[in-house]
């Protein structure tokens, strides 16, 4: 396995959705990747999908976002989605360092956009999530 300049820093491990490559042998699979920022970025989308509690084995994994999906439009509630997500990455993800979040709702729609500096780089990097009370859909961009 061919390591880069950020295997060191990032790590190496599968991106999602497993997409199916060839490797220096010609045969087809799904197979690791080295140091890509997609690992990252992966990680912090997994924080935010899981309920802590829901993870078998890792009890402790993921974030309170679901807790606060049905309550009132509020600054005090974009307060606690900022706290809680800074939490849930924080303990989970050490690879980064948070630059801002921004927490906006538009009707049924919560919009949340993570910027965060890739430790030992300086690569800046955006996450975009948006939730759908109408239909209880998680995205990230």
């Not at 309170?64 to 307060?79: G, R, T």
């Not at 980064?96 to 729609?109: C, G, H, L, P, Y």
């Amino acid at each position: 396995m061919e390591k880069n300049y950020f295997t060191d820093l990032v790590g190496i491990g599968v991106t999602y959705p497993i997409q199916l490559t060839t490797n220096e042998n010609g045969e087809r699979g799904w197979y690791p990747v080295n140091g890509d920022f997609k690992l990252i970025r992966d990680n912090i989308s997994s924080i935010l999908y899981y309920m802590i509690g829901q993870r078998f084995r890792q009890e402790n994994f993921g974030s309170k976002l679901w807790q606060c999906i049905e309550e009132p439009n509020s600054q005090a509630l974009s307060f606690i989605i900022k706290e809680f997500l800074k939490q849930a990455i924080g303990a989970w993800e050490q690879r980064i360092t948070f630059q801002n979040i921004t927490v906006t709702r538009v009707d049924a729609k919560i919009h949340i956009e993570v910027a965060y500096v890739i430790n030992g780089t300086n690569s800046s990097q955006y996450l975009d999530i948006t939730y759908d009370r109408s239909d209880n859909s998680l995205n990230t961009q």
